[in-house]
């Protein structure tokens, strides 16, 4: 709540990223889903997959939060395709 009303979540960012195949686009939603978001009233993200592209749609209180949130999923898919390239 910020001065007495209840805040809503009207920031918002989507980004679609490539991946060389469906299946890893897949594996990336699903490794990702797990990760807990600490504070879900100001701060959700959504993945799904459809062909080769993870699409992660991203919602906060305030574009702070937002920058936050984004910087941090982004760092995990970066982990996470560093992973793939490694493995595949």
Known sequence: MKNGREMSLDYVLNLEIPFTTSRQAQIAAKVLVPDPILKPQDFQVEYLSQDNILAV?????DDRVLRVGVSSVIDSIKTIIETIDELD
């Open 57 to 61: 749609h991203f919602r906060g209180i």
